[in-house]
């Protein structure tokens, strides 16, 4: 009540109260209550602006609401809904306020009253509403708006599904009067200028200009407009009046027509105003100037000062702007007081005149600081400043406690769902994280170090708490501790210590044996430089075997030859001997050529026991196979002149017929001889002669 005792409004449980035994009443800090009933406790935002007319009042989701005649309408997708706006706050039961209009089931989509009269536009056609009661006008279906041209009286122009329907008041009664014809796509928003150019925005299309002729019956010409005459390529194209002008707001600004140039230019006076907005749905101006606006996102108003420009009105509006309906949001302003704004939830009611501060924010607290990890888990609790659980001014927690989570909240019970919490742990990371609903921060596997944990709160207005912070210190593990760290370093001396002795040791045993092998390298550089010299003098042997080789090869040829002429020789003369004899023989004895042949038959038997013939031969013979006949002679010294050659033609492997013209006998002769040489070599019958006289 007020002062006076006059009812201002009534709570219940029929308007959200667990329960109507009110035990105790508490006032708070933002002017709430906290109301103490048999079984629980209340909270009610006495303090809000917004209240909510939703199911509780068989309201659901609101498409259009108007004040008439002292009746609130509430246009929902269950129908037109009508309540009388005294009985709103003061009747006890909640449910009886709003009574839906028969005949108006199904989908609400516009309210206008024109001259007096209102229409309700829904998706069975139109209706005229009177009191609470309706009467449907037409049953052309889906009824989007209405529009009354200003230089007519009797006329409105309405959009639908399907294209234009006029509609004609007779009697102060509207009725349907005809189709309009020549165009058919679907007219939700429409504007009608000074050259009574009736302009529609298609959500899905684009801007039409349609011109109409006089009666209003015909669309004569229809100019299409998208992605041309300055118009962006992105739909939709909304239309929105503000002080009588249209204007076109898309995702890339706010339009105005030019009717000098025919395009439309961003240079405006609604785009000063809303330029740094997002795509703007819906704009409404009320009677004192202020600019109420819908984006795709949320809502809010420009509030006309006394000094003519705009202040940004956001706060009030946060708490329903995830309840908007996107694309049909709707307001109605009645007056300073009494704002309807429809919602998925209802129909909410704004009150400009509760001033509320919105910069204000509660406390942060922490609730609970747990640290756990392989040891057991050491909680502290806490409540406002007091500590339950004392501790120092920076709590220090072995390693085996290096996990820690924390839990915070803030006392700000307006719309809990809203309250976002940000946090960072200094000495682990530098950026805040980004806004959560989340009350709880956990860490686990934290690094020895200090740390500052720091949180902080922002509620559903935007306004954020102070800072509140938490220090503690993980302790290191022993194997990273100071001792271990001393330990560490005189292991560390003492390892370098003895290093250093046994490295002296080993250096002066390496200098030793580096002495040792370098000893060892001269006597084999010395070892070597004798196996080269006497590798170079065996070379030189061999070059010079290989030289008497060669030269014995020559002589051995040579032996050959000068044997070979012999043996040519022999045979040559032992066959001229033999045709002398024969010739000798023919010839009588008295003939003086038998005497004459006879003396070449001496002369010949000359030539073949000539012993220069065998010296040469012995010369050859020696050289070739190095004083054979004197080894052969000082072994066996009984051996004859005759039977030596023998030696020396077998020493040459020459066959028999070979050796036979050569020592100037017969085959037969040759082989006795060979018999005879046997017997004087003191041979076996095993033994060969050939390989005896060429082995030795």
Known sequence: TNAGGDLLQHLNR??????????DIFEDRRKNLWLGLDNGIDYVETSSPITFMNYNYKIESTYASIMHNGILYVGTNQGLFAARHEDIRNSLDVSEIFRLIEGTEGQVWSLEVIDDILLCGHNFGAFQIDGFTARQISDVRGFWSFLKPSHLQ???????????????????????????????????????????????????????????NDNFSIVEKVDYYYNSHGLPATLPY?????????????????????????TFTGDNALAAILGDEAFIDIIHQDTHGNIWYFTDE??????????GTFKDILAPFYRINDYLIPAFQSIFVNDNNNVFIGSQNGLAHYEPGIINDYSYYEDLFFTEVTFYGKSTPVSYHYFSDIIINPLAERPAKRFGLNSVMF????????????????????????????WESLNFKEYTNLREGDYVFEVKARNVYGAESLIRQFRFTIEPPF??????????????????AVNAYYVRRRILRIRLRERIKHEKRLAQREKLFEE?????EKEIMHLRNESLQNEMKHKNQELANATLHLIQKNKSLTKVKNELNQLQKSLPEDNPERHNLSKLVKKVNRDLHNEKNWELFNSYFDDVHQDFLDRLKQQYPDLTPKELRLCAYLRMNLSTKEIAPLMNISIRGVEISRYRLRKKLDLSQKENLLDFILSF
């Open 14 to 23: 029929y308007k959200g109260l667990q329960n109507n035994t009110i035990l």
């Open 154 to 212: 009797d006329i409105v122009i309405a959009g639908t599904y399907t294209g234009l329907v006029s509609l004609i008041k007779k009697d102060g009664v509207w009725r349907y009067h005809h189709d309009i014809e020549g165009f058919t796509e679907s007219a939700r928003s429409m504007f009608m200028d000074n050259e009574n150019n009736l302009w529609i925005a298609h959500g899905y299309r684009g801007l039409y200009k349609l011109t109409l």
């Open 238 to 262: 909304n239309i929105q009046v503000y002080d009588n002008q249209m204007f076109i707001t898309t995702k890339e600004g706010i339009f105005a027509y030019d009717d000098a140039s025919g």
């Open 298 to 307: 949320y809502m809010g108003v420009m509030r006309l000062l006394e000094d």
């Open 407 to 434: 839990r915070f909240t803030t006392p700000a019970f307006e719309n809990p769902p809203k309250q976002k919490f940000a946090w960072r742990l200094v000495g682990l990371e530098d950026k805040w994280s980004e």
């Open 479 to 496: 194997y990273r501790s100071r001792l271990a760290y001393i330990v560490y370093t005189v292991l560390i001396l003492s390892i370098i």
């Open 532 to 536: 080269k010299s006497a590798l170079s």
